[in-house]
């Protein structure tokens, strides 16, 4: 018999764990043999140069209110692609536009008499990653610009992988640099400086349990006040420590995964923050994965926060004697808030899913951790939804 | 890239060669310590040439009335021999091994009909006592072999013991039973060569066909590694377990999966099931090279 | 500090109680589970930047996964 190329039309199916539509199109036997133990190749944890790319697209909706007002409505397109370069690079970039509109919040903010208001913020960012044998160096720009508030960013991480790719330090650091400038013009080009650190850690603790722990450390100096808030001066200098725990656990009776974080928030103003945060992630079906969801979040106020009371004599709010700093804003606030939710992603195929995700998120200061939380302000709801698609190449 | 390196060696009674490519040489050459070592463990673990191996214990109590407990990995490799059990329906059957007594294939000589006879009672699954986690031959003189798939097993396990290293460019071949995991250099296929059954004389290693696998696995039965030729008939070594004689449909039967153990296991039944081969391997959805007893070669679509 | 120390050891306490048992970390070829999307420690980009941009603009806490996120005026 002639030695003939016969080159089958045909590249055999890559054995890393499937969405199960392609999974279903398996014999028996070809199913038996993928469930033996051990021979699937894992390519999420170890390092080494990504062979996809991928290009999601998203419109992400925002809205809130509070009783008896309409408050703020953003929609914001968003675009994501992550693609392999010349073999052991990686190029990131996303960028989202915010189109924000809506009533002015609350009586004691202010928009240069305007009271409706309509923004627009852009922002962008772009990530260049080199990968090595066992390790990864990235580096990050970031801006976002809106009519008043400028922000500029540049972040360099690495990643390091001990030899059974069972443990992998992370290390980063960064540098932004903001300009501020009002429309009221009660300051003018003020600055300011926000340099993070971060160290951590993630272990596969069991091969069904990956655990992440991260130590974030952040100095910032300049100008924090809220330039529309008439009563609101806080210190030029914010530090801010941050501990997360994050864990991953696949069940392995069911398919299904539980992510779930906490994560643990103090700064120099004085807040102290507890965030605790699950989902299930749960395929149904064949190309269906629902993933219900759960945060609560708690936080001690600032300590030169205080109550925004209407005083019907004095009439606006105002700290009480002489304060060096104070603020009235609700996001300095002693509160609890809770956020539930949902998502739901359609597997199309090997190479497109598309995504739908709703949740609700409410504030209430007597849902903070201790439950005492501060008085006088009314609930806060929000909700948010995504919508996206996503494709593989 | 970086160079290919690759290091040749024998195990499971077979030539073997492990290829890498695109980490260096140290890299390669430690990943590849990692995948010998991992393929020899399965040999030893799983041999039933050797007296301490998993599958001699449990074939030394062979019609004592004793169970005997099994680790994990076997339990699961046990529970895949059942599986290609009954979706074979009975035809590759791990306790079929026994005919090797019979069968030699060095001699030029057929087994008498009797002595076939004598071994068929002692092949069948259902004489096998497993509760998924203890297991026991019910008959004396029965065996166990996981020489089905053993090979192929190992062959995904050094993979995924050259993917836990880091490795992404790689072929593992045992004896003929193939995987790869990425590309070649220049993000090109691996060419996997399929040697023709009846090759000339002055080229036995001859190949007929390649098949471009990237992410992969190709294994092969035929008909020509061990066989008996009488009178112009050849008695090859893939044995029907319910007659005890050799089948004789296609000379080599090829498949490609996403894992060796799969595509091991479906070219072996697929040989067993004769004319059903193709039905049979288009419903298991994965690709195929059959080559007939006239020589007539298909392919899947 | 001292108040941040005792959250730290609070916070250990909280992992070894959450991971229930010991360390056993997976051989090289009990890895597969990993490989999954929802595996990953950080499945959804987009989604992700989103949440903590919302997050980021009613709420005093931010950060932890990650560093350079960069400002916004999102009072």
């Known amino acids: 018999m002639a030695a003939t190329d016969l080159s089958l039309p045909l590249v055999a199916s890559d054995s890393s764990p499937e969405p199960r539509s392609s999974a279903a ?20 944890h170890a390092e080494g140069a990504p062979e996809e790319g ?47 509109s809506g009533a002015s919040p609350r009586w004691h903010t202010s928009i240069s008499g305007a009271s409706k208001m309509e923004d627009r913020r852009t922002a962008a960012d772009v990530k260049l990653t080199k990968y090595f044998e066992r390790a990864s160096v990235g580096v990050r720009f970031a801006y976002s610009d809106e009519h008043d508030y ?34 009221n013009g009660i300051v003018e080009n003020e600055h300011k400086n926000v340099s993070e ?194 494709r593989r190449f | ?98 005919l090797q007594r019979v069968w030699d294939f060095r001699s030029q000589r057929l087994p008498e009909q ?40 190992a062959v995904d396990r050094a993979a995924a013991a050259l993917a836990s290293a880091g490795v992404e460019h790689a072929l593992v071949n045992l004896g003929g039973d ?16 399929i040697r023709d059954p009846r090759p000339p004389e002055n080229a036995p290693d001859q190949c007929f066909a390649t098949i471009p696998v990237q992410h992969g696995a190709v294994a092969t039965s035929g008909d020509y590694e061990r066989f008996i030729e009488i009178d112009g008939k050849r008695y090859c070594h893939v044995l029907n377990p319910r007659t005890g004689w050799p089948v004789s449909a296609w000379r080599s039967v090829s498949v490609v999966g996403g894992l060796c153990v799969q595509a091991g296991a479906l070219s072996t039944i697929a040989m067993l099931k004769g004319e059903g081969a193709q039905a049979f391997l288009d419903a298991e959805g994965v690709s195929y090279l059959l080559c007939d007893a006239h020589g007539e070669v298909f392919r899947s679509g | 500090m001292k108040r941040l120390s005792i959250h730290l050891l609070w916070l250990s306490t909280v992992a070894l109680t959450l991971s229930g048992c010991a360390m056993q970390p997976p051989q090289a070829w009990e890895k597969g589970n990993f490989a999954r999307k929802e595996m990953t420690m950080d499945a959804d980009a987009l989604d992700q930047a989103f949440t903590q941009h919302v997050y980021f603009s009613k709420e005093s806490a931010s950060g932890g996964t990650g560093v350079g996120g960069g400002g916004c005026g999102c009072n």
């Open chain 2, 178 to 193: 193939v995987r790869v995991l990425g590309s070649r250099a220049d993000g090109e296929p691996w060419e996997i060569g």
């Open chain 1, 54 to 100: 991928v290009i999601s697209l998203k419109y992400q909706t925002y809205r809130d209110s509070q009783p008896g007002l309409d408050r703020i409505r953003v929609n914001a397109p968003a675009l994501h692609i992550f693609a392999p370069i010349a073999g052991s690079w990686s190029v990131e970039a996303s960028t989202v536009q915010d189109n924000i």
């Open chain 1, 150 to 183: 400028r922000s500029n960013a540049v972040a360099l991480d690495g990643r390091f992988s001990s030899a059974d790719n069972n443990t992998t330090w992370l290390a980063g650091v960064s540098t932004s640099r903001d300009t501020i400038n009002p429309v």
């Open chain 1, 197 to 390: 650190f971060m160290v951590g850690v993630t272990q596969a603790w069991t091969k069904n349990d990956l655990l992440q722990f991260n130590l974030t450390y952040v100095r910032g100096n300049g100008y924090f006040n809220d330039p529309y808030k008439l009563v609101d001066q806080r210190p030029r200098e914010k530090n801010q420590t941050i501990a997360m725990l994050r864990w991953n656990h696949f069940i392995e009776s069911n398919s299904t995964t539980i992510r779930s974080a906490y994560r643990y928030y103090s700064d120099s103003f004085g807040v102290r923050a507890h965030t605790l945060s699950g989902e299930w992630v749960i395929p149904v079906a064949e190309r269906f994965i629902v993933t219900p969801s759960a945060r609560y979040y708690s936080q001690r106020a600032a300590s030169f926060y205080f109550d925004p009371v209407y005083d019907p004599v004095i009439g606006e709010p105002y700290p009480v004697g002489a304060p060096q700093h104070y603020s009235a804003d609700t996001r300095l606030s002693s509160y609890g808030g809770i956020t539930l939710g949902g998502k739901i992603e359609w597997r199309y195929d090997k190479n497109w899913s598309f995504d739908l995700k709703y949740e609700r998120y409410e504030q209430r200061s007597s849902w903070r951790l201790d439950g005492g939380g501060s008085p006088g302000l009314a609930p806060f709801r929000a909700q948010f939804a995504q919508i996206g698609v996503s």
């Open chain 1, 25 to 44: 199109r398996r014999g028996a036997i070809s199913l038996a043999a993928f469930a033996l133990p051990g021979l699937m190749i894992s390519a999420a």
């Open chain 2, 1 to 98: 890239m970086k160079a290919e390196i690759a290091v040749q060696f024998a195990a499971m009674a077979s030539p073997c060669e492990i290829r890498v490519l695109g980490v260096g040489r140290d890299a390669a050459h430690a990943a590849i310590e990692l995948a010998i070592a991992e393929v020899r463990r399965v040999e030893q673990k799983y041999s039933r040439y050797r007296a301490d191996s998993v599958i001699s214990q449990i074939n030394a109590l062979a019609g004592s009335h004793q169970d005997i407990a099994v680790d994990a990995e076997t339990q699961q490799l046990i529970a895949f021999a059942a599986q290609l059990y009954h979706a074979s329906e009975g035809l590759f059957d791990c306790t079929s091994g026994v």
């Open chain 2, 114 to 153: 009797a002595a076939i006879d004598a071994l068929v009672p002692l092949i069948g699954w259902k004489f096998v006592q497993w509760d998924g986690e203890r297991i026991a031959l019910s008959r004396q003189g029965m065996e166990l072999d996981f020489g089905g798939f053993g090979k192929e097993y």
